[in-house]
């Protein structure tokens, strides 16, 4: 069976940083793209970041480009985001999500999200 | 950046009814466009891709079509399991930008 499962969400204070990890199982982790979604409290989905099955293509949002990295283990099969200089706006429940293809392309399998609150 | 702008926002409908959502592209994404269900609570689920391409398990009541710029969901008989909210993803470049969504709900 298929599965997502993020970690690393929790309280932290404007400025700080954080750690996400999404460990996935059920599939052939290395043979497909892989990306970040939040979605702020009552708000839409947003496309945060991907990175492509060999970590050769890395794409960011504008929100939090120079702000957050993407990256991946294949040996390990796990997603990462590592996360610096948070705002506010950054608070949202982060979602893991598989893409469909090793490149660009729709999701087609998600984690049920990891809560992540900036807050003085 | 190309931007994804979804109407309407939401709308309320009876059981039966036919839905129809529209996604409209600000450039040319040729057909590399998603379409997902997102049910309150729940994690987003997959309906279409490539514009019109049904993914595995979801009814045939709904249905994807368009390219280029502008893009169109139809829901034929609305039923009381498809309240959720609904979003289009464009996905032919980074960033893969989502509508504002559209919020179904019963009349």
């Known amino acids: 069976e298929m599965q997502l499962v993020e970690s690393g969400g929790g309280l932290v204070q404007p400025g700080g940083s954080l750690r996400l990890s999404c460990a996935a199982s059920g599939f052939t982790f290395d043979d497909y793209a892989m990306h970040w979604v939040r979605q702020g409290p009552g708000k839409g989905l947003e496309w945060v970041s991907g990175?492509?099955?060999?970590?050769?293509?890395?794409g960011y949002a504008g929100s939090v480009k120079g702000r957050f990295t993407i990256s991946r283990d294949n040996a390990k099969n796990s997603l990462y985001l590592q996360m610096n200089s948070l705002r506010p706006e950054d608070t949202a429940l982060y979602y893991c999500?598989?893409?469909?293809?090793?490149?660009?392309?729709?999701?087609?399998?998600w984690g049920q999200g990891t809560l992540v609150t900036v807050s003085s | 950046d190309i931007q994804m702008t979804q109407s309407p926002s939401s709308l309320s409908v009876s059981v039966g009814d036919r839905v129809t959502i529209t996604c409209r592209a600000s450039?040319?994404?040729?057909?590399?466009l998603a379409w997902y269900q997102q049910k309150p609570g729940k994690v987003p689920k997959l309906l279409i891709y490539a514009a019109s391409t049904f993914q595995s398990g979801v009814p045939s009541r709904f249905s994807g079509s368009g390219s280029g710029t502008d893009f169109t969901l139809t829901i034929t008989s609305l039923q009381p399991e498809d309240v959720a909210t609904y979003y289009c993803?464009?996905?032919?470049?980074?960033?893969?930008?989502f509508g504002g969504g559209t919020k179904v709900e019963i009349k």
């Open positions: 450039q040319g994404i040729g057909n590399y």
């Open positions: 999500a598989k893409g469909t293809t090793s490149g660009w392309q729709s999701f087609d399998y």
């Open positions: 990175i492509n099955y060999n970590s050769g293509g890395i």
């Open positions: 993803q464009k996905y032919n470049s980074a960033p893969l930008t």
